[in-house]
Each structure stands twice: as structure tokens, then as C-alpha cells.
């Protein structure tokens, strides 16, 4: 089963002990703020906050008074960190099939829910085993915990190896004017060819984190572009995303009320074409090949 999702998503893992460390009103305040924006889907990871966002999301969420049905609930596992809320002596993964489904109820339990939209598998072990993962992914599915199954960060050879045991729905990778490479090692061709989904975390790249002769060539394009649509830098980053045919539901991780707003131009921006090849030429600095 394909879920829907808002067209853009909004990212917990900053909202708690990893960013913002929002209080339970403030979170319960930010999650009607972004259905109030039409951003009613929220992703999560067992790992956020060290294992401390889902529980306080959870409580927020109760205390917000939204109807469970108004919105759709993403989460993680198989990342394994050392932190005082896990007994690990070293950073690893784990996925056998008791863990997966142990975490997935975990997951339901922090979150004050019955169900998962979504759960995926962070990120690719060396060591995982595609039969296992099918069969706890189908054990969780019949008895209705998620909805749907699907990946992170997994490369085509390593989505196919799932995918001979059970369907794969949603891949998140890393996606962004300034980290592009999906784009053109056939990551989302080979999605687009299985009708997955991709989903984009850090769409924003590093646009607002470092000053690189990357990030010089787009601002100074995006400069004249911003004037033309009459949007902001992040509205261009995102409608860049966007336009690309494969669908990708980008993951906007900022918890400032004002930007989340404004994402709302990005449903409809429609990126004249040679604007859009003149953005990611400045991006690879050089012409289009």
C-alpha cells in the first residue's frame, strides 16, 4: 500500500535534544502550525534526540488535539548509537527480525499511535539479510502496525536485493541542488522505473551551512532568480527539487514558523526550464553535459 503524503514533510530530528529542544507545548504548538501549512506528514527516527524525540513528539501530539487521521507518521530503525539510552559499546546496525519489530512497536509506543504511515530501514548494514527484513516488514504489515515499507539511504543494488522479497515503496536519500548525484548515478531512474518514491532529507544542502565556489555560483544565480519569482532562496531550493519528474517529497527539517509558512509557495513553483538547467549548472560548475 502507497501512502499519501504532504508534498513536503516536515523533519522532527532537530524539534527535541538534537536542535531545539522544544518543550511539549512548543512542539504541540509547531505540529498545528505545520497542518495549519499543509505539511501533515512528520518524520521520525527511533535515534532522534538519542532516542528521546518519538516519546516527546508523542506527548506533544496528544496535547495538541489532533485527530490521528489528519496526519501521517514516518519512522527509522537499525542504527544502533552509543548513548546513555542504549547499552552499545560501539556504533552499529542491527536488523534482525526481533529488533525490527521491536523497534517499530517501540516507535508506536513513543509516538501514541497504533500504526506507522511509513517505517523504513535507515540505513544499509553489510550484514543485513533481505529475507529477514521482508519477513518482520510482512509481520508488521499484517498486523496492521505499518501501512507501508520502505528504505534510506539504500543504492539501487541494494534496494533491488529487498525488493526480491518484498515490495519497496519509499526511498529517503540525500537530495539537493548542492548534492545532486541521484540525479545522475541512476538512483532515481532505477526508482522511477519501480514506482518508488523518493523522499529528500536536507533539501536545503549546504546553501546555509558553508560558503564554498559551489554555493557562490547559486547564490549569485539564485540572486536574479528570487527577484523574478518573488520567493526566497529555500522556496527556489525546494521548487528545484520539485520540478524533477520522479516526484520527490522533500524533508524540511526547520523548525522556524515562518519559513514553514512560506514552503507553501513551493507546492506551486513551476521553474521556467532554463532556469532550472541554469541553477544546477552553477551547482556542477560547468555547462550542462
Not at 132 to 157: D, M, R, Y
Not at 269 to 284: R, V
Request: contains cysteine; charged residues 20%; aromatic residues 8%.
Amino acid at each position: 500500500m502507497v501512502q499519501c503524503f504532504s508534498p513536503i514533510i516536515a523533519g522532527t530530528m532537530f524539534w527535541g535534544q538534537w536542535g531545539r529542544k522544544l518543550n511539549t507545548e512548543e512542539m504541540a504548538d509547531l505540529i498545528r502550525h505545520c497542518i495549519y501549512n499543509k505539511i501533515t506528514s512528520f518524520d521520525h527516527a527511533d535515534i532522534y534526540g538519542g532516542y528521546t524525540n518519538e516519546a516527546d513528539f508523542g506527548e506533544a501530539f496528544v496535547r495538541s488535539g489532533v485527530q490521528r487521521e489528519k496526519i501521517q507518521l514516518i519512522s527509522k530503525c537499525g542504527i544502533q548509537l552509543v548513548t546513555p539510552n542504549r547499552n552499545n559499546r560501539i556504533h552499529h546496525y542491527n536488523y534482525n527480525k526481533n529488533h525490527i519489530i521491536s523497534s517499530c512497536e517501540k516507535s508506536l509506543q513513543n509516538l501514541r499511535t497504533e500504526y506507522l504511515d511509513l517505517f523504513l530501514i535507515h540505513r544499509p548494514s553489510p550484514l543485513m539479510e533481505a529475507e529477514i527484513i521482508a519477513e518482520a516488514a510482512s509481520t508488521l504489515k499484517e498486523q496492521g502496525k505499518i501501512l507501508s515499507f520502505g528504505l534510506s539511504n539504500f543504492t539501487p543494488i541494494q534496494t533491488e536485493l529487498v525488493m526480491q522479497h518484498t515490495p519497496v515503496h519509499y526511498n529517503q536519500i540525500e537530495f539537493s541542488l548542492t548534492h545532486h548525484l541521484p540525479m545522475t548515478d541512476g538512483s532515481l531512474h532505477h526508482m522511477m522505473k519501480h514506482h518508488i518514491v523518493p523522499m529528500a532529507w536536507a533539501p536545503l544542502g549546504i546553501i546555509f551551512k558553508d560558503e564554498t565556489p559551489q554555493t557562490k555560483r547559486i547564490l549569485k544565480v539564485m540572486k536574479t532568480m528570487t527577484k523574478k519569482y518573488e520567493v526566497d532562496i529555500d522556496i527556489l531550493m525546494m521548487g528545484w527539487i520539485m520540478k524533477h519528474p520522479a516526484h520527490i517529497l522533500p524533508v524540511a527539517g526547520t523548525t522556524d514558523k515562518l519559513r514553514i509558512s512560506r514552503l507553501q509557495q513551493a507546492f506551486n513553483l513551476d521553474l521556467d526550464l532554463e532556469d532550472w538547467f541554469e541553477l544546477w549548472e552553477a551547482s556542477m560548475g560547468a555547462e550542462v553535459p
